[in-house]
């Protein structure tokens, strides 16, 4: 094999690798995320795809779908609580919650189909 082949395999390797280890990232982000939903309290009163205390988180995602300032507003309404957008149930302040974990839960929410 000459030097030039072996280069272009090399090349071809590395971004094998490259994707790969990049598309592992995403799918531990998205998992990560999940997690913390999980681990954040979320799930007491909010599910993916029920209604039960508060919104579904879809319902959520849907209702903030293209809003570009969606991310900072849930941030701060998941630390500082909020009511009276999806009913008469308010949500309480999540302070345990630290506002680093917030918004990568509003980020995650959003994203949820």
């Known amino acids: 094999m000459n030097m030039n082949m072996n280069m272009k395999l090399m090349m071809r390797k590395a971004a094998t690798a490259g994707l790969a280890s990049s598309a592992l990232f995403s799918v531990g982000s998205a998992f990560a995320n999940e997690e913390l939903f999980k681990k954040s309290n979320c799930m007491a009163c909010h599910a993916i795809d029920q209604k039960r205390l508060g919104p579904s988180m879809k319902e959520v995602a849907a209702k ?5 300032s969606a991310v900072e507003m849930l ?3 998941i630390r500082a609580g909020g009511g ?12 345990q919650v630290t506002e680093a974990d917030a918004k990568t839960l509003a980020e995650y929410i959003v994203t949820i189909k």
């Not at 009913?87 to 999540?94: E, I, S």
Request: glycine share 20%.
């Open 64 to 68: 903030y779908n293209g809003d570009g």
């Open 75 to 77: 941030a701060k309404k």
């Open 84 to 95: 009276g957008v999806w009913g008469q149930m308010a949500m309480p302040p999540q302070l």
